[in-house]
């Protein structure tokens, strides 16, 4: 099992960025595809990226289109932590954002909120325009 906190939301005018992170616990971190998910009021809740167990020139990241060329998923799997760099925001970007955690290959867990067994609290982003 893991425990997952996220950080980083606030309010951010369109174009701006804002960095999310997310805390894992435990020393399985490396075990885990994480992902990032998002929810906007009155909405299902969506995928926005997910990185492999390991980065390498073999596994790598998946991103919803949405936020292709903008997010940058990243993970530090010696400091047990997760980040999501997001650029060019937009207003329709608002949201809450999830960390997320997966026992399943990326190549499995894809962008599948139903295959991520872990989920964090959520951390509140707000873009205005």
């Known amino acids: 099992q893991v425990h997952l906190v996220e950080s980083g939301g606030g309010s951010v005018q369109a174009g701006g960025s804002l960095r999310l992170s997310c805390a894992a616990s435990g020393n399985t971190y490396g075990r885990y595809c994480m992902g990032w998910f998002r929810q906007a009021p009155g909405r299902d809740r969506e995928a926005v990226a997910a990185?492999?167990?390991?980065?390498?020139?073999?596994?790598?990241?998946l991103y919803a289109d949405p936020v292709k060329g903008r997010f940058t998923i990243s993970r530090d799997n010696a400091k047990n932590t997760l980040d999501l760099q997001m650029d060019s925001l937009k207003p329709e970007d608002t949201a809450v954002y999830y960390c997320?955690?997966?026992?399943?290959?990326?190549?499995?867990?894809?962008?599948?909120?139903?295959?991520?067994?872990?989920w964090g609290q959520g951390t509140q982003v707000t873009v205005s325009s």
């Open positions: 990185i492999d167990r390991v980065t390498d020139d073999t596994h790598g990241a």
């Open positions: 997320a955690a997966s026992t399943h290959d990326l190549g499995i867990a894809g962008l599948l909120a139903s295959l991520f067994r872990y």
